[in-house]
């Protein structure tokens, strides 16, 4: 992996016997499905510990009780071990629910602690603001043993939701905030996936997020920007809970993508609201959705990679992401005839019963794919789009009425007729082959206008597309969720695959030829297949 500012201070800090090992931790809240924002703090934190043969930890941090569910536990799990990475460890914020609650009662012992009554809308204005102090709460000033007393009966369940709370003594006149007797623990009679009905008490992410890095020997907490003026607090409770191995915060920008929603809260609406088809939705940014429509672990961690690290936020182009892919794939994967959109063809002079099969490599820039035979006969199919009925231009190097093609990988066909409806849409063409063009047979002196792909319509299988745009119209977060929905985010089309195509399994991917990259969605049968395009072939954009 290239340098970056993490990278450097982890070189240092082994060269200067700072730390003997680099331990990192991903600290997902079980709360959603993870998205591709989370790919740059996973791949981050497993590269990093990886390329100084340390280790990562996964950790849930599940404080929350009431966001969190063991579906999304599960869902990461699977996720990060997609991506390729094995955590040293699978830990959770509540195994250390015990020790929090002990070293709460250390800081009250110290006279660092103090149990405050102020409910949340009082406790805000005596917070004050950016430019001037905070007060003192009228409860600061409770004896320790008041205080000891007071925060049993809270775990003990003995006061409503919000009623109290255990507060950090630290400084409420601080420039920062986040100094200004933060909350250390809330009440919340809520059932916990792992602690069941055991906490009426729930420590804060401030006051427990330290103390488990420190506990699992976390060298270096890797964490976005927007915990830059939390890290004070952190190494207060660090230090001030007299912790044995002290661990350091890092902070690094956030990765954003054009057109993506990149929030987990979003998200959750839009599966909630039904908008999507649940989180592995197809269009979803999430890493589910993502490998569902047929990206690479490879693919995504390139691109994750080639973004780097930095401390700014940073916003890149959702073409980035499509590129990788493209350059994951292009070598690696079978090419295949598909035909989306389908336009029946009759070779006229080809007898009826007859059935020529093509040998063709999958990927001529990778024999060692091997080769199928693909079909030729009387009755194909062609894409519309390849079709018009006069001619409008010289650029236009496809089919048309009284102009020769190259089917590729066949013959040269010219079409003399159309058939149309009585609406006056084409249904069928009628069209002449030349024999003497076969492919490869060294016919060059006739220059047919394009070379297009088919299928052969009798050994074809049906299948259906899934062809995507992007889930948001625009990247302006201020507007109403919901009004930015691209109403045209999914288009399925129905058409056929070449025969060779019958047996894929899920997940397979293909570039299908002049279509794009596809891979075959979890619902395809042998029956129905069905394929989602990941990318088109080329960039929309110049
Ligand atoms: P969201 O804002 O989407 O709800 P979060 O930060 O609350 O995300 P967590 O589950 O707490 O979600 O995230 C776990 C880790 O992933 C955190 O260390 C967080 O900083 C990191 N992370 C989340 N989103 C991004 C992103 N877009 N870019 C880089 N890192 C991210
Ligand atoms: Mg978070």
New binding site residues.
């Given amino acids: 992996m290239e340098s970056n500012f993490v990278k450097t201070i982890m070189e240092e800090d082994l060269n200067k016997g700072k730390v003997n090992e680099i331990v990192t931790r991903?600290?997902?809240?079980p709360?959603?499905y993870l998205?591709i924002?989370?790919a740059?703090?996973i791949i981050m934190n497993f590269e990093l510990a990886n390329h100084f043969s340390g280790r990562t930890n996964l950790r849930f941090?599940d404080t929350n009780p009431s966001n969190e569910d063991q579906s999304f536990v599960d869902a990461i799990i699977k996720d990060i071990k997609w991506l390729g990475y094995e955590p040293d460890k699978i830990l959770y914020g509540s195994d250390y629910f015990d020790i929090n609650y002990d070293l709460a009662v250390k800081l009250i012992k110290k006279g660092l602690a103090y149990v405050c009554d102020l409910n949340a809308d009082q406790m805000r204005d005596y917070r004050g603001t950016l430019t001037s102090p905070g007060k003192d709460s009228p409860y600061r000033d409770r004896s320790i043993e008041e205080n000891l007393k007071l925060f049993e009966e809270m775990k003990a369940g003995k006061y409503k939701d919000g009623e109290k709370t255990l507060r950090a003594k630290i400084d409420m006149s601080s420039p920062n905030m986040n100094m200004r007797d933060p909350v250390i623990y809330r009440i919340m009679h809520t059932h916990h996936q792992n602690t069941g009905d055991k906490w009426h008490i729930y420590p804060m992410y401030d006051f427990a997020h330290p103390i488990q890095d420190a506990l699992e020997g976390v060298t270096h907490s890797?964490?976005?920007l927007e915990y830059d003026d939390h890290r004070v607090l952190y190494d207060w409770f660090v230090e001030k809970c007299e912790m044995e191995h002290i661990p350091h915060q890092y902070e690094?920008g956030?990765?954003?993508i054009t057109n993506t929603i990149?929030?987990?809260?979003y998200l959750k609406a839009l599966v909630e609201a039904g908008k999507v088809n649940g989180f592995d939705d197809q269009r979803m940014p999430t890493l589910a959705g993502l490998k569902r429509r047929g990206y690479t672990k490879e693919a995504i961690k390139n691109f994750i990679l080639s973004t780097g690290l930095s401390r700014v936020n940073s916003t890149v182009s959702s073409e980035m992401l499509e590129n990788s892919l493209r350059n994951d794939l292009n070598y690696k994967v079978k090419r295949a005839h598909a035909v989306i959109n389908p336009l029946k063809v009759t070779i006229t002079n080809y007898p009826e019963d007859q059935i020529e099969w093509i040998d063709v490599p999958y990927n001529p820039d990778n024999e060692a794919l091997g080769s199928r035979k693909i079909a030729f006969g009387k009755h194909l199919y062609i894409d519309q789009d390849d079709f018009i009925e006069v001619k409008p231009n010289k650029k236009w190097r496809r089919l048309a009425l009284d102009v020769e093609v190259r089917l590729m990988r066949a013959y040269f066909v010219k079409c003399n007729e159309i058939i149309k409806d009585k609406d006056g849409n084409i249904v069928e063409i009628l069209c002449t082959y030349d024999p003497e063009t076969k492919s490869g047979s060294g016919f060059n002196d006739r220059k047919p206008n394009g070379n297009i792909h088919y299928v052969e319509a009798t050994t074809a299988k049906k299948a259906e597309f899934n062809l995507f745009e992007p889930l948001m119209l625009d990247s302006d977060s201020k507007k109403d969720l919901f009004e930015r929905l691209n109403p045209n985010s999914w288009l399925t089309m129905n058409g056929f695959v070449e025969t060779d195509l019958e047996n894929t399994e899920i997940g397979e991917k293909f570039q299908f030829i002049r279509t794009g990259y596809f891979a075959t969605d979890y619902d395809s049968k042998k029956d129905k297949l069905i394929f989602n395009r990941t990318v088109e072939l080329k960039s929309r954009f110049k």
């Avoid at 991903?26 to 809240?29: A, G, I, T, W």
């Fill in positions: 991903f600290p997902p809240e709360s959603a998205h924002g989370h740059r703090a941090d890797l964490c976005s690094f956030r990765l954003n990149m929030s987990k809260r």
